[in-house]
């Protein structure tokens, strides 16, 4: 009997081994499946059934960039009507929060947006204030993001990110209250710009700390100081977001620490000697930093050069990389290319950054302390090149690909150890989009059924996309293996004058199309749209992303919707585009998603 049953634990032994082996095998084999899997030769995102309803809220004061002419420029109604970034709630406990919003307008005016009346009333004008404010190229430039302080409601404290051209040599650098008397300049000088380690400084994002000493009626009466200058190297992917944690109180570690995403100017995605810059510790774009603008806040930790904020540098919460000899201590993330937006889910604690990728991969990220997001090594889950005839290609668009490296790390100067970068937990390729927009969990009332979806777009083309905020999070683990899916929500819209059809399926790049020539807009002989850019001689331009056709074969018509996302205070939803200068709100759910 105990011959037999040791026989028999010896065969069950044996089965769990090959078992196992078997269950590792399949693992690794799904594993290389996927690396392995080549760039999609078509659009891979598709319709589920699932339809949400648009209307109309509000529309912008027209307005255009402005080139190298004066401020404000002249309006041209063949480029974008109204360019919209961002959509703010006043904090609960401030005299107004119920009555009205903030808007960023990236052409150099902080609005004041009316809820009942939807009428806009200008409360800071930038260009006026700011004689290097800087529009063009202004594919992310101008006035880009605001956040409000965690205590606004007692301190009137909000925070802006605006860019300069500092070439202007002949323009004063420090702002003027000539044109705004209730504007107290006394705690403003300029700060040194944190200039990058290499190439040349050709663009600067300036980060600002207002406060308003009656934030009760509809004008800005107070102060402004300048809190940090980060230059750039090229065009585009200056300082794209600002954002204070939701879930931080008074006495936590966290509370009123400033987050602060940073584009890489472009200098990863060129060869030379800006490529390694989102890889460097030793300068600012291509990061998430942390900041506390509040020096009084906890005067133990280390003050900056400038002595306009505090870098979190004691205690378990330090920023990670306070004791690198050569990094930033400001430095929180890395490795990104330009995380333009980002939000936090509080709910399940996470902070999200949408990151537009290069020439092949949209991604969204979940960001942690101290991550390295891959950016120019890698792009979407793909290893990037840079440089010779494979340049701006991931591995899987390069016969014969080249192999994943093994082990799966990056050399980073100043650390001891390489690092393995974190791959993004949902990515689209650029058969379905472009640039993705602004992305935000679902945590409102209107819409029941898509509580819990992440919701985004691609900006170009005005594609509207979900997918589910629990298999991203579940996507951390196995990643990069596996990604969450992404679904494309049908938009149904009522247009003006429209009663008798009624509410219909559209496209969000025709619904912007429509208003664009309703509110005056003059279409190019070639494209619907506007693009948002000009060339050399200062000639809007129409290409973007709609020359080519949708994934169902109908042609787009030429130029870019730029569509983008914002949410309230209540969790609800509205769709933004530059193309029309329009804010929609997204109001009810016309078919649910599948059950999965």
């Not at 006043?90 to 809820?115: C, H, T």
């Not at 890489?264 to 506390?292: F, M, S």
């Not at 056709?549 to 870019?560: A, E, L, Q, S, V």
Request: with cysteine.
């Amino acid at each position: 009997m105990a011959q037999w049953q040791t026989v028999t634990r010896a065969a069950m032994r044996a089965k769990m081994l090959f078992a196992a082996l078997l269950g590792l095998w399949m693992a690794l084999t799904v594993v290389q499946a996927v690396a392995q899997a080549p760039y999609p030769p078509a659009p891979q995102i598709k319709k589920d059934g699932t339809a949400l309803k648009i209307e109309d809220y509000a529309s912008l004061p027209l307005s255009s960039l402005r080139l190298e002419g004066p401020y404000p420029a002249v309006f041209d109604p063949r480029g974008q009507l109204g360019k919209s970034n961002m959509l703010i709630s006043e904090p609960a406990g401030a005299p107004q929060a119920a009555a009205r919003f903030f808007v960023v307008e990236q052409n150099g005016i902080l609005y004041l947006l009316d809820k009942k009346s939807r009428a806009f009333t200008p409360y800071i004008d930038f260009g006026k204030i700011y004689a290097r404010f800087n529009t063009d190229p202004n594919l992310g430039m101008g006035l880009v993001s605001m956040a409000f302080d965690p205590d606004y409601a007692k301190n009137g404290r909000f925070y802006t990110v605006h860019t300069e051209n500092p070439r202007r040599k002949d323009d004063p650098q420090a702002p003027r209250n000539a044109a705004m008397s209730s504007l107290d300049l006394s705690l403003h000088k300029v700060t040194p710009q944190f200039t990058v380690p290499a190439g040349v400084t050709l663009y600067e994002s300036i980060v600002t700390e207002w406060r308003d000493s009656n934030i009760g009626n509809g004008s800005f009466e107070g102060t402004a100081r300048e809190l940090m200058r980060i230059g750039t190297n090229f065009a585009r992917h200056p300082v794209g977001d600002l954002l204070f944690n939701p879930l931080a109180k008074p006495g936590d570690a966290d509370y009123g620490n400033l987050y602060i995403s940073t584009g890489d100017g472009e200098a990863g995605e060129r060869a030379g000697v800006t490529h390694p810059v989102p890889q460097r510790l030793d300068a600012l774009p291509g990061k998430i930093l942390r900041i506390t603008p509040d020096i009084a806040l906890r005067p133990q930790d280390k003050l900056a050069a400038s002595g306009q904020y505090r870098i979190p540098s004691t205690g378990a919460n330090a920023n990670p990389f306070i004791n690198v000899p050569i990094a930033h201590g400001e430095i929180y993330a890395y490795g990104l290319r330009n995380p333009h937006r980002i939000s936090w889910d509080a709910p399940t604690n996470t902070l999200f950054a949408n990151d537009i990728g290069d020439q092949a991969w949209e991604e969204i990220n979940v960001i942690v302390k101290g991550g390295n997001y891959g950016w120019g090594e890698r792009e979407g889950q793909e290893l990037r090149f840079t440089g010779g005839p494979n340049g701006a290609r991931t591995a899987t668009q390069i016969d014969p690909q080249p192999p994943q490296p093994s082990p799966d790390t990056l050399v980073v100067d100043g650390l001891d150890q390489p690092v393995k970068p974190l791959y993004p937990v949902a990515t689209f390729s650029h058969r379905d989009g472009i640039a993705i927009g602004s992305g935000y969990v679902y945590r409102g009332k209107l819409m029941p059924q898509m509580v819990g979806k992440y919701f985004f777009t691609d900006i170009s083309s005005g594609r509207v996309f979900y997918t589910d905020l629990k298999e991203m999070l579940d996507a951390r683990a196995t990643t990069p293996a596996k990604i969450a899916q992404i679904n494309e929500i049908q938009i149904v819209y009522q247009g003006p004058g429209e009663d008798a059809k009624g509410a219909v399926k559209r496209r969000m790049f025709d619904i912007v199309a429509d208003a664009f020539v309703r509110k005056g807009g003059v279409r190019s002989k070639n494209c619907v749209l506007p693009d948002g850019s000009s060339n050399a001689e200062g000639v809007i331009t129409c290409g973007g992303r709609g020359q080519g056709k949708d994934p169902d074969g109908t042609p787009w018509g030429g130029g870019r919707a730029d569509v983008r996302f914002a949410v309230d205070g209540d969790g609800e939803l509205y769709l933004m585009s530059k193309g029309d200068g329009m804010i929609r709100k997204l109001t009810a759910v016309v078919a649910a998603p599948p059950a999965r």
